[in-house]
């Protein structure tokens, strides 16, 4: 620290950031909000002003990023509110020109966090964007005509290469646009699991690589034609900083930005570069800029890249000096397997931390794909540039890049099928980090010191001797690595849990037992799309969990199984590593169609298929199921009341689950109802569900009730949480506290809410 005093600031920052936010007394994560923008939120319609500084597309939107936002004049007694920067979601194509002012009216209100544990979470993201607010459009205006022209040129040369490379290359076009121009609204999920697999994500996220292999290509090609080292130097750093602009200006590329800024002001003024000098001042310049970044993915496992190639490589090389192999092309090979252990080291309880997964063969996969890029990078700029000439002219110069880009996709396909491609870690605890790191310094020590034979440098020793030295070092630091990598994937201590997601208007709830036990109950929504792929899924990752036991379809509507259905899917395609061993469904005299469907599609994933009905059981590694109904006989057409209703015992702890049942069928289990601790609520906490007879037989302490905040059935009804409280139960609602999780410890139990973080105990 004494040699880059720039590295001890650096850390200083960060640890001052974090202090003042975890305290509160400089709240960066929940800054608050404008205070006029909840009165804004409660409108039916908004009008706000701003200028149009940037354009997000997706699939069935475009998002409109205004800036130097605010308030009409009359919603604020005539005077003007400034607001955050703000992001517009209109369903038809806009192009007006950056620069321009426009008028939006629609529905305005707050980014949200993450209800869910293991959710993106949309509100960093757009902080680290320094956007605080979206707006669902209804009517866009032009209020004041302007252009910013350096910024609309990029633009439309951006939307140019994109057009180009669509036309000459419309089977790799996702991928060549992602990495050349930034464009990822057209890379489909299945190329982005894909690339996920193979650990390659990073290549079609414009990062320091991409600055690096352009910006000292440009720069070195610019000192070959002669011109000079301080003109290519000043000609290369701004031609990266206008891709950088054109390309959409991410946190990863303004820190490579910066790096690339440095590197090349050291070469034309004849200073030397230290990385990680260079890195903590481009650090200390985005935190001062935006300091939410210190939680963001993308700088974080930015700057642990950077740090594995300055803190971490040097060390491997001193294990294997590069200088006493010969040979060029394993020398090569070598270096760049040596750069890839090193970045990957460093910066892997970051990437589990935000993904929960660990692609085993990664490196390897980085290996064969990291040497190429280059080509790929400039192949299909070329080719894009070329396409605006003549589209033939853009096919044969993205030929090159096009065939690399199937490699890459055939490559992952390859891995990806092969045994252990995907370990699900789940998100580690805080100790588990810093463990890892502490063993992963205690394994460069040791390899270091295993490494130098003792006689080294008191005499001469054999070159059998030096080469066993030196592979013993390098085999403890791998075997210390992999012990700091298994350590990453333990979840010691578990407890039964029942978690109920928040999935809006539908239900959801995720069993797990000590054993490591996995059950679902339902998951589906009836006003949120792919809550399979955004909440159950990634609830699943976080918590380390591969294989469920076992999918409890209480009834086929669309709110208790969408979810579901789409993670059959994704599984029978391909697209997730999740397995799920049996499907249960309600036994019914005649199954229905939707029975039949999803039938279809758990055996297409390789689950089996059960129907069951009253008297049935279920039994886990420690956990026991029993069916109370559908009953056997005289079942009704409804399907709410045939719902396959569920008691889960477990060491003297019972929970029910009600589906949709009413007051009719509760009448009818009244005989076999028993004492529970713990209820899921029926029918989203309807009117007609969880009557007074019933709950003066279950008798539950704690119920959980799953419904949207803005449903329109007025669900739950403050009749039904009156007599829910009035019997004494304590009650929890999605629609308030975001996913709610039971713990069962011993005696004891605790809830808690994820996005209202409280925990309650009770006996």
Known sequence: MVRRPMCLLCLLLIAGIWLGDWTGLVPVRNAPANPYAAQMADQEQAVIYGRIYQYQYSENSIGICL????????????????????????????????????????????????????????RLYYRVKKIYYRMKGQELTVYKKDT?????????????????????????????????????????QEEKNLLSAGAVSHMVSISGMHVSLLGMMVFYGLLRLGAGLLPSSGVSAGMMILY?????????????????????????????????????????????????????????????????????????EEMLPLKQIQQRVLKKLVQTCMMGIAVQAAALPLSVWFFYEIPMYGIFVNLLVVPTLTVVLVSGLLGAAAGLWQVWAGRIVLFPGCLLTEYYQYLCRFVKVLPGAVVTAGRPGLWQIVLYYGILILALYLG?????????????????????????????????WCAGVWLLCIHPGRNLEITCLDVGQGDGAVICTPQGGCYLVDGGSSNRQNVGQYQILPFLKSKGISCVDGVFISHTDEDHVSGLAEIFQMIGDGQTSLDIQYLV????????????????????????????????????????????????????GDVNENSLVLLLEKDGFRGLFTGDIGEQQERKLDAVLPDCDFLKTAHH??????????????????????????????????????????????????????????????????VEGFAQESRVWTK
């Not at 140019?160 to 490379?165: A, G, P």
């Not at 059998?464 to 030295?469: I, N, S």
């Not at 939707?594 to 590694?621: F, H, I, N, S, T």
């Not at 905040?709 to 506290?737: A, I, M, Q, W």
């Open 148 to 188: 910013w022209h350096l910024q609309e040129g990029l633009r439309q040369i951006r939307e140019s290469l994109v057009h180009s490379v669509q036309e000459a290359a419309p089977d790799q076009a996702g991928i060549l646009c992602a990495m050349t121009a930034g464009e990822k609204s057209l890379l489909g």
């Open 448 to 480: 270091k010191r295993l490494s130098v034979h003792p006689a080294d440098k008191q005499s001469p020793v054999s070159a059998g001797k030096k080469t066993a030295a030196r592979l013993s070092g390098a085999a403890v630091f791998l075997l210390f």
């Open 585 to 636: 469904m309600p036994r019914l005299k005649e199954p229905d169609v939707k029975q039949q469907e999803l039938a279809a599609l758990a055996e297409k994933a390789g689950a089996g298929v059960a129907y069951l009905q009253a008297g049935d059981c279920v039994r886990g590694r420690d956990i026991r199921w029993e069916v109370l109904s559908p009953l056997a006989a005289g079942q009704s």
């Open 685 to 750: 906490g309807s009117r007609y569900s969880t009557g007074e007879q019933f709950l003066a037989r279950v008798r539950p302490e704690i119920a959980f009730v799953s419904a949207s905040g803005t449903n329109t059935y007025g669900h739950p009804h403050p009749d039904t949480l009156r007599r829910l409280e009035k019997n004494g139960c304590r009650v929890f609602l999605t629609k308030d506290s975001g996913a709610v999780t039971l713990e069962v410890r011993n005696r004891s139990v605790a």
């Open 67 to 122: 800036r130097d936002v605010f308030s009409n004049p009359q919603f604020s007694g005539n005077s003007i509110i400034s607001l955050e920067r703000t992001i517009v979601y209109m369903q038809e194509e806009c192009s007006l020109p950056l620069g321009t002012w426009v008028q939006v009216k629609g529905k305005f209100q707050e980014i949200e966090g993450p209800r869910n544990p293991g959710e993106f979470d949309s």
């Open 244 to 316: 950088g602009m054109m390309t959409g200006e991410s946190v990863s590329a303004m820190r490579a930005l910066g790096m690339f800024g440095l590197a090349v002001a050291a070469k034309a003024v004849g200073r030397s570069y230290d990385l990680l000098s260079a890195l903590s001042l481009s650090v200390m310049i985005l935190l001062l800029d935006n300091p939410v970044c210190l939680y963001y993915s993308g700088f974080l496992l930015s700057c642990g890249c950077i740090c594995g190639v300055g803190l971490v490589l040097p060390r491997l």
